[in-house]
């Protein structure tokens, strides 16, 4: 059983598409996140929801949307994609107890997105 | 913000060898991981330790939170130990999670 899903696992598009990749965690965890590792493998937090509220978003472009229709799915819209958005996404979910994160990320297996 | 430094950045291995890997942090944090990024990118759990000691294995990790380090031990290396080590910790505020920039491991037959 997968824990944390991601779809698809690889993605090429022209610039200027938008896309859409897709989110979903079975641990019944109530937080969620967006990852961006880039070609040097340096990963940096994009956005972080928790019981389908944004709590985090780390300066990202107004272009990026995340989406959390319900606590096990989080979304992520690209519009007006570029060549910068060339890397890979990871998501993760964890469980927050009390506004603190005491439990372990678990990551999903990385969307492989390639902007030509 | 918090930042993660992990070092070394690099590291060969001959199969068998031991290693420690450290992971220093410049603020107090509310917990600590390793991750093991395999050469096909998976993201793996290694330990979930904000303090204290755990092994699981040939792997052990500390984390002395006190003084904003953690360490990673691998004992007899194998190839399939190979890919990059990730330390993260995550800020006080609980939202946030900052990685380190990797360590590179690669281990010879």
């Not at chain 1, 109530?30 to 937090?45: A, C, G, H, N």
């Not at chain 2, 998976?42 to 755990?54: E, V």
Request: aromatic content about 12%; hydrophobic content about 30%; glycine content about 8%.
């Amino acid at each position: 059983d997968t824990a944390v899903s991601q779809t698809p696992k690889y993605l090429v598009t022209q610039m200027g598409n938008d896309k859409s990749i897709k989110c979903e965690q079975n641990l019944g965890h109530d937080t969620m996140y967006w990852y961006k590792q880039d070609s040097k493998k340096f990963l940096k937090i994009m956005f972080s929801y928790n019981n389908k509220e944004l709590i985090i978003n780390e300066t990202v472009p107004n272009r990026f949307s995340p989406k959390s229709p319900d606590k096990a799915h989080l979304n992520l819209h690209i519009n007006s994609l570029e060549l910068g958005d060339s890397a890979v996404y990871f998501c993760a979910s964890s469980e927050i107890s009390g506004g603190v994160s005491s439990n372990e990320q678990f990551f999903g297996p990385g969307t492989r997105l390639t902007v030509l | 913000g918090i930042q993660v430094e992990q070092s070394p950045p690099d590291l060969i291995l001959q199969e068998g060898a031991n290693s420690t890997l450290r992971c220093n942090f410049s603020d107090s944090v509310n917990n600590l991981q390793w991750f093991h990024q395999n050469p096909w990118g998976q993201l793996i759990n290694l330990f979930y330790i904000p303090s204290g000691t755990k092994q699981n294995g040939r792997l052990s990790a500390t984390t002395v939170a006190t003084e904003r380090y953690s360490l990673l031990y691998i004992s007899s290396s194998q190839t399939t130990d190979s890919g990059v080590y990730f330390c993260a910790v995550e800020d006080t505020g609980g939202f946030k999670t900052i990685f380190g920039a990797g360590t590179r491991l690669f281990v010879k037959a």
